[in-house]
């Protein structure tokens, strides 16, 4: 170890275990420590400053300096810091923040069922899925459908559905025979020579028709994915994928499950991924930017038929056996409540709206960087996928690690982007990012591009 015994460092070192590190590289290497944000920025302990080009995780919408989200916890933290939602209880931040999800839903959506995490959004979606089948005397209606690189979350149940191989590796995962992949819908990477994107889509919706009659639609119970395809390397879906799929869905009576985790609030450019490519979810889930990540908390949002199967199978066993107990925690409630609130009066959608052209502009025009074979986004998320050969759309080897290698040029030139699966690269900035700041964190990005070039000379 080369740090100071008394460091931040050496301290982090001794105590912590980091989630997505290599443990033993940490521990010579020491964390890049985050001491304090303002607007999209945020500061190391040494005081350089970063644009903090991924939002944390995809989630502080709002920035990292929004006093009025301060304000709300502290409010509510004096008044009632906390209160369970068991058994006929409630809190009036729960009651309201249902409220305004619900008027905010996709249709059909019409109730919320709260959470602490995206994966618990899950992870509770899987247990109510396999309830109402129970309930509606389907006991055999209980596989669920996913795709390569989705990520769903990490836990058991969630991680069975997240499609990338790193979260099953070593941790005994899967354990049932409930969970089918199919293709990722990237046309760039997945899509045949001379494939339209239509065609394409066609492709993938036989694919999932196939694999549905295959195991039997009587044993198929949903589908679930994000609008967006965020943590498996921001895989914007080919036109006319969602339309296509659910049409196999209805036709074989399997429900649609949105993942909303990050795209919901603004994201693509709508509220929900689900208005920006036309879906008509059974369940959404969502987490992250309901609170801009300032306080954890989530939620699965359902369809009143759904409810209905859930409410009269509760009167028949007594009670919903199912539940946490910060479900609905009044201060990460209300936090949540003023966010939409925020959201609402500022008008952050129309923000998005104007800052969207001028962000994909300059996204698009990275395909130039000679590390680049695709770039690709929507509304305020995108990615660079990082090839060794443009034309034939080689990789580089894994071991060259070359989406971490342009990650690291970003932390160099004070941007913090996201090496992903498929040596892709995300972007996804708060979506109070204004016009400069998105010039700003592009010129770094180009720099951070041609930085990892020269590294990458030579590399396998
Ligand atoms: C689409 C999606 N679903 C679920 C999750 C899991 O959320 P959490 O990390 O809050 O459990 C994530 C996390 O990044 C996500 O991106």
């Not at 990520?151 to 149940?157: E, K, N, R, S, V």
């Not at 908390?297 to 369809?303: E, P």
Request: proline share 6%.
């Amino acid at each position: 170890m080369t740090f100071a015994p008394n460091s931040l460092h050496a301290r982090d070192i001794a105590y912590t275990v980091h989630p997505y590190t290599d443990l033993r590289l940490h521990e010579t290497k020491g964390p890049l420590v985050i001491s304090r944000g303002e607007g999209v920025r945020v500061f190391d302990d040494d005081g350089k400053d970063y644009i903090e080009g991924v939002a944390g995780l995809w989630c502080t919408s709002l920035g990292f300096s929004e006093p009025r989200l301060a304000e709300a916890a502290k409010r509510q933290m004096e008044r009632m810091p906390y209160t369970h939602i068991f058994g006929h209880r409630s809190n009036e931040p729960a009651i309201e923040l249902a409220e305004r999800l619900v008027r905010m839903a996709p249709p059909p959506i019409a109730k919320a069922f709260f959470v602490n995490s995206g994966s618990e959004a899950i992870d509770t979606a899987l247990k109510l899925i396999w309830y109402y089948n129970n309930a509606r005397g389907r006991p055999e209606k209980k596989r669920i459908i996913a795709r390569r690189r989705a990520y769903h979350g990490i836990t058991i149940a969630a991680g069975h559905l997240t499609g990338l191989p790193y979260a099953r590796t070593g941790f005994d995962l899967p354990m049932a025979e409930r969970f089918f992949h199919v293709t990722t819908p990237s046309h760039y990477r997945d899509g045949l020579e001379g494939e339209s994107e239509e065609a394409f889509a066609d492709r993938l919706a036989l694919e999932i028709e196939t694999l549905i009659r295959a195991l039997g639609p009587e044993t198929v119970a949903a589908f679930v994915a994000e609008p967006v395809q965020g943590a498996g390397g921001v895989v914007v879906p080919p036109t006319t994928y969602f339309e296509k799929v659910q049409r196999v869905l209805k036709k074989y009576d399997v429900l649609m499950v949105a993942d909303e985790v990050i795209c919901g609030f603004g994201r693509t450019g709508n509220w929900w991924g689900s208005e920006t490519y036309g879906i008509q979810p059974d369940l959404v889930t969502c987490a992250k930017q309901l609170s801009s990540a300032y306080l954890p908390i989530g939620a699965l949002l359902m369809s009143e038929d759904f409810y209905g199967v859930l409410a009269d199978q509760s009167a028949k066993y007594g009670t919903l056996g199912m539940g946490y107990t910060y479900a609905g925690h009044p201060v990460a409630a209300a936090v949540a409540v003023e966010t939409l609130r925020i959201y609402e009066e500022d008008d952050i959608l129309g923000h998005v709206r104007g800052v969207v052209p001028h962000f994909q502009a300059r996204l698009k025009k990275l395909a130039g960087e000679g590390l680049v074979g695709e770039a690709r986004g929507v509304g305020l998320i995108g990615a660079v996928e990082i090839v060794k050969d443009k034309k034939t759309k080689a990789q580089y080897a894994p071991s060259s690690k070359a989406a971490a290698v342009v990650g690291a040029h970003g932390q160099k030139n004070g941007l913090i982007i996201r090496p992903l699966p498929g040596d892709s690269v995300g972007v996804c900035p708060p979506l109070i990012v204004s016009e400069s700041e998105v010039d700003e964190l592009f010129d770094r990005f180009e720099a951070a591009l041609k930085g990892a070039a020269e590294a990458l000379k030579g590399a396998a």
